[in-house]
């Protein structure tokens, strides 16, 4: 089974319109590369999302909203909706992210109304996992990723509606990754989750490494077996750090 690799941008809470500048560098670096073989997705904040995914001059570049919540519509001061993403231009939405889970406290179950809501929607939900140094330390990570797992997924489970990112929360801004074997070793178990849930249809799903992706490490993470693409923080900022990555690991330059 070929799967279309991903180069997923997460900008936080970074970026005001000036910053679109940025988008418009990749998309011509993109347009540049002639042979690169990755769908590019930049997930900006919510104040720039319909600005950067109404822009006609970003055509190498879909777009995603970096939350929502399971609810349509209500009382839920500063959040936003599947609806208001998808309206917004977005066509993924980043959930469960470690950050959200620790500051947010965002449960499993909440993430699991997420992606119901954003699928719902017609968004392709990106969710996160990713164990705690603690838990890596005391050997238990593909345990507690596989329940983390479990638990956060819909209950609609089909290859191009679902995107899962692999993030150990340890190595999320932090410059440290984990061994290429125990990547392997995870997204395996990963698969292997998702298959005891949805059959054969699983081995479409693209799961993706997030923590620390750089270009000079890209090549390496990438190309781990079973690594479908990366989810981009602090390296997404800057056209020619997230140009580097995509180089790096999806062109035979
Ligand atoms: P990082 O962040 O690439 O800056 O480590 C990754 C993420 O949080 O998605």
């Known amino acids: 089974m070929t799967r279309t690799p991903i180069a997923a941008g997460n900008w936080k809470m970074h970026g005001i319109s000036t910053d679109l500048e940025q988008v418009q560098a990749m998309n011509n670096g ?31 570049i879909a777009f995603g909203g970096q939350s929502c919540r399971g609810e349509q519509n209500g009382a839920f001061t500063g959040d936003q909706s599947a609806d208001m993403v998808k309206d917004a231009g977005g066509e993924y939405v980043i959930i469960g992210h470690s950050e959200r889970r620790a500051g947010w406290l965002e449960t499993s179950a909440f993430v ?23 838990v890596r330390d005391a050997g238990e990570a593909e345990a507690y990723i596989v329940e983390q797992l479990e638990m956060s997924l819909p209950d609609s489970l089909s290859a191009d509606s679902l995107i899962i990112a692999y993030e150990p929360v340890w190595a999320i801004g932090t410059g440290r990754t984990p061994t290429a074997e125990d990547v392997a070793a995870m997204h395996t178990a990963i698969r292997a989750s998702l298959t005891g849930q949805m059959g054969v249809a699983a081995d479409g799903v693209r799961i993706l490494y997030g923590g620390s992706v750089k270009p000079a490490n890209a090549a390496e993470l990438m190309g781990v077996d079973g690594v479908d693409g990366a989810l981009v923080g602090g390296a997404s900022l800057k056209s020619e750090d997230f140009l580097g990555i995509i180089r790096a690991a999806y062109t035979s330059a």
């Open 112 to 134: 699991k109304q997420q992606a119901v809501a954003a699928q719902k929607a017609g968004l392709v939900p990106i969710i996160c996992v990713g164990e705690p140094e603690e």
């Open 30 to 60: 993109l347009t540049d590369m002639s042979d690169y073989a990755c769908d590019v997705i930049i997930c900006p904040p919510a104040t720039l999302l319909h600005r950067a995914a109404s822009n006609p001059a970003f055509d190498r």
